[in-house]
């Protein structure tokens, strides 16, 4: 392969993992996300010696062939994960916490480089073992069926990594939240199969355009003498071409179609089911929120709001994730707080962003506190954000961070499985990173959560941030069926419906006190039910398919 042609190659692979990148929110271009795999696809088959035929080769090892679709591969997702991933350099400067502003931003980038990579690994593992299972498909099959077998095996493959990649502590950037918030019909999908339903069919449209794109390579370009690269006047596809085309666009339009089927389904507002939800904003700035100062302008500003919302006739004051900075489970810290003397006083219960005094440390909770100041539950974060409330591979990276850092990761994990029962209903809780694990939402309404509460602190990132943040929670949303809270220290909070429809979004970087009126609701989707059922589903038909017509069993 010319010099020249391996640069086209790879810029066009970046051109499409920059669309994807793109897709996220805030820059929102959504419909990017169908057609952006499909340069990277559409080149790992389509090289002057195909990666099959290297692959078959006898004389050389076959990772020496996929040395370049690998390369492919690392640019699409460096491209991909580090567009949408950026706004985690937002953590600098950290000198308020007393990083010196060079380990502050080398901090940063090492953050950045680190999640952007781990992202990346996903696609590089997805080109590679998608290579070698279709090096083993037979020569006796059909074009049609070769074709339609690679979309199979590499929709399930991507889904499989996904759900293993989501799993792990570092986890954000499904393919499917490229939907999010802008493309709402189709994120009602996740309440079939949860996030796995969007990504299937992001995969099986893109896999169906590229297959047909190779089908039909040649009439698209070749190479001259000079090696010059000559479009035709006239690109005219063939039949197989204009067959997974066409069944591309069927798929496009029935999912869509699907979709707007759930989208248009009334929701069970029932006036005995009403409750209405008061929300504070604080906007205490990480710089002062751990010093004494933050510590007297939290708790003014909370107690206030309470008072303000409390006289408004609410049912329930909702705060953000460590709103109040000391211990709760502390009594002295607690009785001798103006907030709780309000709530003494006022008798409206609220919910509580505030640390949680353990045995093996301290945890960043949410309680559930009465109209008498009873804390009658307890919810403990359980995933906490990576290398800011805890290290991943401590045993390896605790001592670089250590070296760059006086910060020591202290917080302990909340134990999964943990039912929030507030004074009103039994809900459905996260608290900021939460929100990147749909089956942590799912599993909380399958045991009877009847609405959705997130309480974050994004105060030291950009509005990038804040609107992926969003859009997750947009999803929770949908997927559960649940009307849904999101109080944030310095924003985005929301009122979302179980639809996904955002009543109320507050501004960036101010005091804001809100109160609307959600809904109780009991129903389950399928997804709430039965979890995510389509990925066992795509293993085995795929392993069915692939060994049907693969030469691995003659």
């Known amino acids: 392969m010319k010099k020249h042609e391996m640069i086209l190659r790879l810029l066009l692979t970046a051109m499409g993992g920059v669309l994807i990148g793109v897709a996220t929110e805030p820059w929102g271009f959504w419909g990017f996300a169908w057609v952006g795999l499909v340069p990277l696809w559409v080149n790992l ?11 078959e080769g006898k004389t050389l090892a076959p990772f020496k062939f996929l040395k370049f679709p690998l390369l492919l591969a690392l640019v699409w997702g460096i491209c991909y994960y580090g567009i949408a991933l950026f706004w985690i350099t937002g953590i600098h400067p950290m000198t308020w916490l007393g990083v010196p502003w060079l380990a502050s931003l080398a901090i940063a980038a090492f953050c950045w480089v680190f999640i952007t990579l781990w992202g990346t690994a996903l696609v590089l593992f997805w080109a590679g073992l ?11 099959c059909s074009t049609i069926s070769i074709a339609l077998t690679r979309v199979l095996i590499a929709t399930t493959l991507w889904c499989g990594l996904e759900s293993l990649w989501s799993s792990s502590a570092l986890w954000w950037s499904s393919l499917s939240y490229t939907q999010s918030f802008g493309n709402l019909i189709i994120l009602h999908l996740g309440q079939i ?17 590229a297959e047909g794109l190779i089908l039909n390579r040649n009439q698209f370009s070749s190479f001259d003498a000079k090696n010059r690269l000559d479009f035709p006047e006239v690109i005219n596809f063939n039949q197989p071409t204009r067959s997974l085309f066409t069944l591309a666009l069927i798929i496009l339009t029935v999912s869509h179609g699907m979709g707007w089927i759930l989208y ?8 005995e089911k009403a409750v209405k939800i008061g929300i504070i904003q604080g906007n205490i700035p990480n710089e002062i929120k751990l010093n004494y100062s933050g510590y007297l302008k939290a708790l003014n500003g909370y107690t206030t709001g309470y008072i303000t919302l409390a006289d408004q006739g609410v049912d329930l004051i909702v705060t953000p994730e460590t709103a109040l900075p000391f211990f709760w489970t502390d009594p002295n810290q607690r009785y001798n707080s103006s907030f709780y003397q309000a709530i003494l006083d006022k008798k409206v219960p609220a919910l509580v962003g505030s640390f949680a005094l353990k045995e093996t ?18 919810y403990d974060k359980v995933n906490l954000v990576p290398l800011g409330e805890f290290i991943p591979f401590s045993e390896v990276l605790g001592k670089f961070i250590q070296r760059l850092s ?29 929100s990147a694990f749909a089956d ?13 509460i997130t309480a974050s602190n994004d105060a030291h990132y950009s509005l990038t941030m804040l609107a992926q943040h969003h859009a997750l929670d947009v999803m929770r949303a949908i997927e559960n069926h649940r009307w849904t809270i999101r109080a944030t220290n310095t924003g985005y909070s929301a009122i979302v419906d179980p639809h996904g429809r955002t009543h109320w979004l ?27 059922w389509l990925m066992p589903v795509l293993l085995i038909v795929g392993a069915t398919i692939f060994f049907k017509n693969s030469d691995i069993f003659p």
């Not at 248009?264 to 006036?271: E, G, K, T």
């Not at 942590?440 to 959705?452: D, K």
């Open 361 to 378: 440390g301290y945890t960043n909770s949410l309680f559930a506190v009465d109209g008498a100041g009873k804390i009658i539950s307890e």
């Open 130 to 140: 998608f290579l070698i299972l279709s090096s083993q498909l037979s020569h006796k």
């Open 506 to 532: 507050s501004n960036h970087n101010t005091y804001e006190l809100y109160s609307d009126t959600i809904y109780r609701d009991q129903t389950q989707t399928l997804y709430v039910r039965w979890g995510d």
């Open 193 to 209: 199969s949860g996030p796995t339903t969007i990504t299937a069919t992001l995969l099986i449209v893109n896999g169906l355009i």
């Open 264 to 271: 248009r389904q009334p929701l069970n507002n029932n006036p």
């Open 440 to 452: 942590h939402f799912r599993q909380q309404t399958a045991q009877g959560g009847e609405f959705l």
């Open 45 to 55: 088959f389509s090289l002057p010696q195909s990666p099959l035929e290297m692959l």
């Open 406 to 434: 006086p910060l020591e990761a202290t917080l302990i994990h909340g134990k999964p499985g943990q039912i929030f029962q507030t004074p009103l209903a039994q809900a459905t809780v996260g608290i900021c990173y939460d």
